[in-house]
């Protein structure tokens, strides 16, 4: 997913036991994914590894701010992020149902977690997200306010020209 080193883990040398990875998520980090919903972000990742014989788990810590367009006005807004969770690592052959277990091939030798940090933000984010009322770019949502008014506009105008008389017939039954 990601051509960006710092989030592929080595995990073949490492003894068993906690290994702690740090990383710090930019606008960069965004900028290499294609269709991204988030645009930016300043995030402090700890990723700590715990190494076992048949399994690894990953405890991420994530804190900081991402940027994503407001709904409404679709100027950027910081967006708080405060994010624990666990991923538990195995090896097998055989695909994973479960969203928090990842099965990797026994050839493997690293993981990278640039997908994982990436699915976990966008998961974290509200439904809707937007400004306060009074914070929100005026200039945009004007630009809005005319176009939705001139497109009713247009619909009731064409309603009215585009109805099948026998319609209008109807109408006077009651």
Same mark, same amino acid.
Request: proline share 4%; glycine share 4%.
């Given at each position: 997913?990601? *051509? !960006? ?6 995990f073949?040398?490492?003894? +068993?036991?906690k290994?702690? $990875?740090? $990383?710090?998520?930019t ?11 988030? #645009? ?7 990723? @700590?590894? +715990? ?15 991402? #940027? ?17 969770? #666990? ?5 097998? =052959?055989?695909? /994973? %149902?479960? %969203? +928090?277990?990842i ?5 493997? $030798?690293?993981?990278?977690?640039? /997908? ?10 509200? /439904?809707?997200?937007?400004?306060? =009322?009074?914070?929100?770019? =005026? ?5 809005? &306010? #005319?176009?939705?008014? *001139?497109?009713? +506009?247009?619909? @009731?105008?064409?309603? %009215?020209? &585009?109805?099948d ?6 109408? !006077?039954?009651?």
């Open positions: 997913m990601s *051509s !960006n080193k710092e989030f592929i883990i080595p073949e040398g490492l003894k +068993n036991g290994h702690s $990875f740090k $990383f710090h998520i606008a960069a980090f965004f900028e290499e994914l294609a269709y991204s919903i988030i #645009q930016g972000g300043d995030v402090k990742v700890d990723f @700590e590894l +715990n190494k076992k014989e048949t399994m690894m788990i990953g405890e991420i810590e994530m804190s900081g701010t991402i #940027q994503k367009p407001c709904d409404r006005c679709t100027d950027l807004m910081d967006i708080p992020v405060d994010i624990t969770h #666990q991923i538990i690592y195995k090896f097998g =052959e055989e695909e /994973s %149902e479960d %969203e +928090n277990l099965v990797l091939p026994p050839s493997a $030798f690293t993981i990278d977690v640039a /997908s994982d940090l990436y699915e976990l933000l966008t998961v974290a984010l509200p /439904s809707r997200t937007v400004h306060k =009322e009074d914070e929100c770019n =005026e200039e945009m949502l004007d630009l809005i &306010d #005319q176009y939705v008014d *001139s497109s009713e +506009n247009e619909e @009731e105008d064409s309603d %009215e020209e &585009d109805i008389p026998r319609w209008n017939a109807l109408k !006077n039954l009651n």
